[in-house]
């Protein structure tokens, strides 16, 4: 039964990004998750159940990994549940808990206790989920615990469940009850989402029930299902809800695995519980052992979206951090704390206005400075959002809510608000993406490094537009070579949009594509790819032929082009030839994958070969055509084919290989697809010889015989032949040519056997011979008579091929001869109603016929006779006559006579059954297979006859050319010519003349000039296709709507900002007129007191605003405001680090210590210390504490602070800079002031040649960084002091102690740059960090003491520095993008400044 002492669905889900650190059995599989290859899971269907092999893997393995909680003893609570049954503190009653729960009579009375009366034990609801009554979708589910490791979910999720690894995380959160938004604003907020999430294969994770904001993602899956097509796949909404919450769980429950588990969406009888949401492809359902508590799931759904951001994905040769962003409809309490967290970790957060609640405060507010966003302010905002719930906030409460909203707006780098209609934004997809792309910038990288990462995420989410619109623009100068490595991951990944964007944007092939590049494009070919086996065919061959060992051999351009020879025909030579291993050496770029991580790791440093490396192959355009071509990518091949020179070898060449695929390949959609391809192919070779042939005859026909070097030394001829090119061999300007006579003996000979009418010759000479032979002989000659006339039917037959010459007669025979094979094909169909009616009706008919010819006769002579309308006289009896017949079947000559009764006069079979089977058979053959066979006649004609020029032009060059092949005599006097020919050839070896018009090597200065004049006319060709593309009414009325939209778009454009620039204007006209009504005020005011009154107090009037800003919101963002807003901000952080301290919230308005703040309650905390003679006391007591003298030197220890004398309160210090939101000293060793040191040592940035590096004409300098083990950031190599040193502690962990003294000297002769408070996290209401920066320069690259600093480095040895230090150093270029922690950056950046240096 339900408890009655729980939160209804209706409040506030807080669905949190908070901080957790994972177990440490996540980090163990890992590496293992990390080798997994999603690819694998690829042919996944979420609608079909899982096959029973699969139901049993996961039967076994999800009990033995996944855990549910149980309450395993009864602790009666004093509530009872809605039926008013007694339940336990955990909320179920007692028939819903284990036996051995309710025995136990120890515990009665005492608290409940979760961690000893909640037990794991192997989960019990798992399979697969089908809503009752709705769509027959299938989803995933499982019950796990809340202590789960997410690294086990993840686990489940993508190898058992077999998602994809996504390339973004959207979590989606806000209000878990039903509220209202306005029509438009929900359309552009569904449709955005959705289109986000399956454009870049994202997982969108929501709370998974039938209410708020997962019902809005709920039904924007919905609604793109319904819409969408199957090819367009399934847009993956992992709901993460609480398990004791769910309505109708029971059904869920199988300890086996539902396979599927039937669930009932049953709102009215819910109660407070919650329904499981039907549009959502997974659940995991979350247990903690309770019943009817919200707000169980938030721990472990932080912790997985934390796992699943850190996992990095790998494709097309590009390895990512999965991006996480956060999507913020509405909300209360919970999910402002949702923002606040998913801030403070990094995760840029999309809040979309209009939506309500929380969303609208922030959205409000968030375009303010922080220094104007105050608790009046807040406290406004609430009242109008928070109408209902406005009463039951407390002071606390809104000084809280304050704090948060500064602290969020503060980074608004990761703050983008959604607002429908204005800032240019049209669709919450393009918002999401932008916010992602804006909080990369905000990342602390290299100018380079962080565009690469922006690159690289529109890479994965395939999305050109935000590429062109975010990453290509004026900002960022792209050069050619940096885009080599996403142009490598974009092949590889079959993104045509992103290499036409390279292309665009200065990308050239020719330096593109190295023999490195190819190999690693060859070796990343897709599995399926029918090129793929067959490459591995001849490396499976070659290991066997060289017994190599178990290694196979690698992979090399020969092997490819031994494939490529195999598809272009023997007439081409090999494209890629065997390499000699002295020639090249290879690149050291790890294959088959190049890995590229993003994070922190520069691509251009992964993708850097040596100079040497650098060879460059023959025809670079060529080759990416060719790999693009074999894998049937239409889109990809097209682009660089409009990139090549040689177009029409290379179109007819491509038309060859997709052909001779089409014919090996098993998948009919695949083989389809090719021979598409290879026609579009033909009509652009086509397309351009025809421009050609306008332009010049005489230089398109150069074009036809030209020798391409690049395409094996073969000719478009010969290739267009060798692929059958009707359409291209049938245009005007080829007809004058045939195939030249210089191919060898037995390629001939097997040219000569492909061809019908040479098999005809043969097979008529053949029995002409033998039937010579047989009227020779005397015995024989009859049968040389029956030979000799079958011989003159085929010699008949020889003489149409006479007539292909005709354009009329010709496209008739070819009609014949596919009339043939429709023939064959029918005969097969027709074959089995001949067998079966004839067996039927001879068994039925004749009794124990022995004769075998008689019997074939019976069953397939007359019932193929039937169709023509010889019906058998005995098969009704009505024309029967005994002497038609033999009795006993011993007349040879006449049939046996059918079934008779006892006068032997009357047939006894069943007259009716053989006439019923007469008439089925007449009626199917007659007329249904016989009018299907004139069927398949007349589509044959109709193919043929609207192909009938070209089929006449193609049969007419065949004639052509065989017309110059044969000899002139006729058979038989032809074997005198083949006579002649072999002692010609053999005997007296005179070579063949070779048809040189036909096969022509040009010059190269006039080859260079034809090729060039063949693009030219190339690109005419494909500006006129864009042309007649844009002229299609389909076309035209996409243009028009597009138009139309864009147009729209403008309009509500220019209506934002002229209502925002006329309220702008309105607001400074009414303060002006506000201010000089005071000014006229104060002056009749002095003129009546007798006198102009003092200068001093004379108002002035308000600075004009910029009228021509658009956009007020726009004008306050161009504000520059300093980091800290005039406080500390860092020492303000709720949650301490490296503790479970949460600070008392303190807005900005609340920090000086003068404000009034009567609620200000800060919590106590003082980390204890191993070294407690190195630290003060806790300072909980008073006592220890009055030995303490502030503002003095006491003892070893300085008090002293550099803002001058602080004040001192009940016996603690107070922080000079203001409120905290802590007492005590927290994390840090003394009350008061903790004085460091910050040694910053710089040297001047030098290229090889010894020069100083300059950017923006500053001069660039280099400073001495050091990270310690699992951080993000550097350092400077400073930090706290023990008593009486003056070197920092971490600064002699990296330096060797001889050099102690040395660095002590250069510390004293360097430049002081900063000296005073450092806001610091670790600072507290009586504790701070001061600090001292000392600027250590070394001018020279030869100074002396420079040398012996980096050779006293213990960085000096790699191994030692990673073993025994824990930490690392190196020379880092100064740079605002440095990845160093804030208030050491604002320390290098006066460093530079002393120098003129870049920053």
């Not at 390629?747 to 010759?761: E, M, P, Q, R, V």
């Not at 002396?1344 to 990673?1362: C, F, G, I």
């Amino acid at each position: 039964m339900e408890s009655s002492d729980r939160r209804r669905p209706g409040s506030e889900q807080e669905e949190g990004f908070g901080v957790q650190s994972r177990r440490a059995t996540d980090l163990g599989m890992v590496a293992n998750l990390r080798r997994s290859n999603s690819s694998l899971y690829k042919s996944r269907r979420l609608l079909c159940p899982f096959s029973s092999e699969k139901q049993e893997n996961l039967s076994s393995w999800i009990p033995e990994n996944i855990k549910k909680k149980e309450c395993v003893y009864f602790v009666e609570s004093s509530k009872l549940s809605d039926a008013g049954k007694v339940v336990c503190a955990c909320g179920y009653t007692h028939e819903q808990h284990l036996e051995v729960a309710i025995k136990p009579h120890s515990f009665q009375g005492k608290e409940w206790d979760p961690k000893k009366h909640v037990h794991e034990m192997p989960t019990d609801a798992f399979g697969d989920i089908v809503f009752t009554g709705l769509s027959q979708k299938v989803g995933k589910y499982v019950r796990v615990s809340q202590d789960t490791p997410s690294v086990v979910i993840y686990q489940l999720m993508t190898q058992h469940w077999g998602l994809d690894v996504p390339n973004l995380l959207i979590s989606v959160t806000g209000g878990a009850k039903n509220f209202n938004m306005k029509l438009r604003l929900k359309s552009i907020f569904r449709r955005g989402l959705v289109k986000v999430a399956q454009t870049t294969g994202a997982w969108i994770i929501t709370g998974g029930s039938h209410t708020g904001v997962m019902k809005q993602v709920g039904e924007a899956v919905r609604d793109f299902s319904l819409s969408s097509s199957c090819k367009e796949g399934e847009v993956i909404t992992i709901g993460v809800a609480t398990w004791g919450t769910i309505h109708n769980r029971e059904g869920l429950i199988h300890p086996t695995g539902g396979f599927p588990a039937e669930y009932m969406l049953d709102e009215e009888g819910q109660g407070n519980l919650t329904c499981l949401d039907s549009n959502h492809s997974h659940f995991i359902l979350v247990d903690d052992g309770t019943h009817g508590q919200y707000g169980v799931e938030i721990p472990l759904r932080t912790k997985l979206e934390k796992f699943i951001s850190e996992q990095t994905k790998e494709r097309g040769g590009v390895a990512i951090r999965i991006p996480i962003v956060c999507v913020v409809l509405e909300g209360g309490p919970g999910t402002l704390h949702t923002i606040y967290n998913a801030i403070t970790n990094g995760t840029p957060c999309v809040i979309v206005e209009g939506s309500g609640r929380v969303a609208d405060v922030i959205a409000q507010v968030a375009a303010l400075p922080v220094s104007e966003i105050t608790i009046s302010l807040i406290q406004q905002k609430l009242s109008i959002f928070f109408q209902e719930m406005f009463e039951t906030f407390t002071e606390n409460q809104i000084v809280e809510w304050t704090k948060k909203i500064q602290d969020i707006v503060r980074r608004r780098q990761l703050l983008t608000i959604f607002r429908e209609g204005k800032d240019g934004q049209q669709d919450v997809d393009v918002a999401i993406l932008q916010a992602l792309l804006k909080a990369s910038r905000s990342l602390d990288h290299f100018g380079h490094e962080n565009w690469d990462h922006q690159l690289k995420l529109a890479v994965a989410w395939n999305r050109v537009d935000i590429a062109r619109s975010e990453i290509f623009t004026d900002e960022w100068q792209w050069k050619p070579s940096d885009l080599h490595p996403m142009m490598t991951a974009a092949l590889i990944s079959n993104k045509p949009e992103f290499v036409r964007l390279f292309l665009e944007n200065g990308v050239r092939l020719k330096e593109f594509v190295t023999w490195d590049t190819l190999a690693c494009l060859y070796e990343n070919l897709e599995p399926s790819c029918l090129f793929h086996s067959k490459l591995q065919k001849v490396l499976a061959e070659e290991h066997e032929r060289l017994a190599c060992g178990p290694t196979a051999p690698r992979l090399h351009m020969h092997h490819v082009a031994q494939v490529l020879r195999e598809l272009l025909g023997d007439s081409t030579q090999l494209l890629y030839p065997r390499p000699r291993y002295s020639d090249r050496p290879r690149l050291s770029l790890p294959m088959p994958h190049i890995k590229l991580n993003v994070q922190g790791v520069s691509l251009r440093s992964l993708y850097k070969r040596s100079t040497d490396h650098l060879t460059f192959t023959i025809d670079p355009v060529r080759d990416l055509l060719i790999w693009a071509v074999i894998q049937n990518h239409r889109e990809l091949a097209g682009i660089i084919w409009a990139q090549s020179q040689d177009c029409t070898a290379a179109a007819l060449a491509c038309s060859k290989i997709l052909k001779e695929l089409s014919k090996e390949e098993e998948d009919t959609d695949s083989s389809e697809e090719m021979l598409a391809l290879a026609d579009e192919f033909e009509h652009r070779a086509i397309g351009v010889f025809t421009e050609c042939y306008r332009k010049d005859e005489e230089r398109a026909q150069k074009l036809l015989v030209r020798v391409s070097e690049a395409w094996g030394k073969t000719t478009c001829l010969q290739l267009a032949l060798e692929a059958k090119d009707m359409k291209f061999v049938s245009h005007g300007g080829i007809q004058l040519f045939y195939d030249p006579d210089g191919c060898g003996l037995m390629k001939k000979a097997s040219l000569y056997f492909s061809d019908f009418w040479n098999k005809l010759d043969i097979g008529a000479i053949l029995l002409f011979i033998a039937g010579l032979t047989c009227r020779l002989i005397p015995a024989t000659l009859y049968p040389g008579r029956i030979i000799l006339s079958l011989d003159f039917i085929m010699f008949c037959l020889r003489l149409m091929h006479i007539f292909t010459i005709s354009k009329t007669l010709g496209p008739k025979i070819i009609i014949v001869k596919r009339m043939m094979k429709d023939v064959f094909f029918f005969l097969f169909l027709l074959a089995v109603w001949v067998v079966s009616f004839g067996v039927a009706k001879q068994a039925i008919l004749i009794h124990n016929e022995s004769r075998v010819d008689w019997i074939f006769r019976g069953v397939v002579y007359h019932s193929y006779l039937t169709i023509f309308g010889q019906i058998p006289t005995y098969i009704d009896g009505v024309n029967f006559s005994m002497d038609q017949c033999s009795p006993n079947g011993t007349d040879p000559y006449k049939p046996k006579c059918p079934e008779s009764d006892w006068t032997g006069k009357v047939p006894a079979f069943p007259e009716w059954l053989t006439v019923t089977l007469l008439c089925l058979y007449l009626l199917f053959t007659n007329i249904l297979l016989l009018n299907l066979l004139i069927a398949m006649f007349n589509y044959t004609f109709q193919e043929v006859q609207e192909h009938t020029d070209q089929i006449w032009k193609f049969q007419r060059h065949d004639l052509i050319e065989e017309y110059h092949g044969r000899p002139p005599a006729p058979p038989p006097l032809i074997l005198l010519s083949h006579l002649q020919l072999l002692i010609k050839r053999i005997v007296l070896k005179i070579p063949a003349k070779r048809h040189k018009q036909l096969k022509n090597k040009l010059e190269k200065n006039e080859e260079v000039a034809l090729l060039t004049w063949e693009v030219y006319l190339k690109e005419n060709y494909l500006q006129n296709q864009q042309f007649q593309h844009k002229q299609w009414p389909e076309q035209k009325i996409q243009d028009i709507s597009e138009k139309v939209d864009t147009m729209v778009g403008l309009l509500d454009m220019d209506r934002v900002k002229r209502s925002g620039s006329m309220e702008q204007r309105l607001a400074s006209l009414e303060e002006q007129v506000a201010q000089t009504a005071r000014a006229l005020h104060w002056i009749v005011t002095a003129l009546k007191d007798s006198g102009f009154g003092s200068g001093a107090g004379v108002l002035t009037l308000a600075p004009q605003k910029a009228f021509d800003e658009p956009d007020a919101e726009l004008s306050i963002r161009r504000k520059a405001e300093e980091p800290g807003d005039g406080y500390h901000v860092n020492a303000r952080h709720l949650l301490y680090p490296d503790a479970r301290i949460m600070r008392f919230p303190v807005p900005n308005e609340k920090v000086p210590w003068e404000a009034e703040f009567l609620i200000y309650d800060p919590p106590f905390y003082t980390a204890e210390k191993k070294d407690v003679a190195l630290t003060d006391p806790v300072g909980d007591m008073a006592e220890p504490l009055s030995k303490i003298s502030y503002n003095i030197v006491d003892g070893m220890t300085d008090r002293r602070s550099f803002h001058g004398a602080y004040v001192v309160q009940y016996g603690l210090p107070l922080n000079p800079m203001g409120r905290t939101g802590l007492r005590g000293r927290g994390s840090l060793s003394w009350f008061g002031p903790n004085h460091t040191l910050q040694p910053v040592v710089t040297r001047w940035k030098r290229n090889q040649g010894g020069a100083i590096c300059r950017k923006s004409v500053r001069k660039m300098l280099e400073v001495l960084v050091m990270k310690l083990p699992h951080s993000e950031h550097w350092a400077l190599p400073g930090g706290s002091r023990e008593p009486g040193e003056m070197l920092p502690r971490k600064l002699k962990r990296v330096l060797r102690q001889e050099f102690w003294v040395a660095f002590e000297t250069l510390l004293m002769q360097g430049t002081e740059v900063y000296k005073g408070y450092v806001d610091d996290p670790r600072n507290t209401d009586n504790a701070w960090i001061e600090t001292v920066a000392v600027s250590i320069h070394f001018q020279g690259q030869n100074d002396v003491e420079l040398k012996r600093l980096e050779e006293n480095l213990h960085t000096h040895d790699p191994k030692e520095s990673a073993s025994v230090l824990g930490m690392s150093t190196e020379w880092q270029v100064v740079d605002r993008r440095i990845p160093l922690y804030a208030n050491h950056k604002t320390i290098l950046q006066k460093v530079a400044s002393l120098f003129g240096a870049h920053f």
